[in-house]
């Protein structure tokens, strides 16, 4: 697996921060204490939760939870939009699928946290990021006049191991520490999501292009910081479905 951070947003993009390491210094500061807003147009499907065992006896343990996808039926998607059913950007704090590109959304906890020596000892972030990555598939097609798909027009689009996008500064180890500090009874993780590029699909006369199916695969949760989380990467295979 690419040991390379996730990658992250253009400083063209209205969502984009302007370091990471500046949000880093700046997050317990500024935003001890609030919570998130996080919403977005976008139909949601099944969540699944997965449990990941600690990698080490004694070490931190995590779970998983799949969600929020969206799968755009029809599938329509305009890349310049930031607002509409079409649309496939994201605005400033607006950190889900969109309903014309679609996705979904990875939410990470972690647990055993506060037992862990480097915890126990008071030492705090080194500064580092939590990063995520997922084998993901995405079949496309055209719908018959009336509403069946027809297969033969389907074609899958595969990214093995792709970056998935971190929800605003969650997957800062120092905000992660400050949330276990500030809530001793509730564990606490980093938090991701995907938001597509468009794709291009060509129907014949009188069908209509569709996402017919989206699945998740080998998702990979990782961190390198040498005071409490150590260099560890939490694995599950899946597959999750929208």
């Excluded at 080490?56 to 996808?69: I, W």
């Excluded at 906890?109 to 990063?131: C, E, I, K, M």
């Excluded at 971190?166 to 949330?179: A, E, I, N």
Aim: hydrophobic share 30%.
């Amino acid at each position: 697996m690419r040991k390379t951070r996730s990658t992250r947003r253009s400083p063209k993009t209205p969502n984009a921060p302007s370091t990471r390491r500046a949000l880093s210094r700046l997050t317990v500061a500024l935003l001890a204490g609030t919570g998130l807003a996080l919403s977005g147009p976008g139909t949601a499907h099944a969540t699944t939760t997965t449990d990941i065992p600690a990698p080490t006896a004694d070490g931190v343990s995590a779970t998983v939870k799949f969600s929020d996808t969206v799968v755009p039926q029809p599938y329509n998607p305009d890349p310049a939009a930031y607002f509409g059913d079409r649309k496939c950007l994201n605005i400033y704090h607006d950190y889900t699928p969109t309903p014309g590109c679609g996705g979904f959304k990875l939410d990470v906890t972690l647990h055993n946290v506060r037992n862990q020596p480097g915890y126990l000892a008071g030492l705090r972030s080194t500064d580092d990021f939590f990063d995520a990555y997922a084998d993901t598939a995405r079949t496309f097609g055209c719908l018959r006049p009336d509403g069946t798909f027809d297969h033969a027009t389907s074609f899958v689009v595969r990214t093995e191991q792709q970056p998935l996008q971190p929800v605003y500064y969650t997957t800062q180890t120092s905000w992660v520490l400050y949330q276990q500090d500030q809530y001793p009874n509730q564990d606490t993780g980093p938090g991701f999501y995907t938001n597509f590029p468009a794709v291009e699909v060509n129907c014949p006369d009188g069908m209509t292009p569709t996402q017919y199916g989206l699945k998740v695969t080998n998702v990979n949760v990782t961190v390198e910081d040498d005071n409490v989380f150590g260099h560890t990467t939490w694995s599950a295979a899946g597959p999750y479905y929208g």
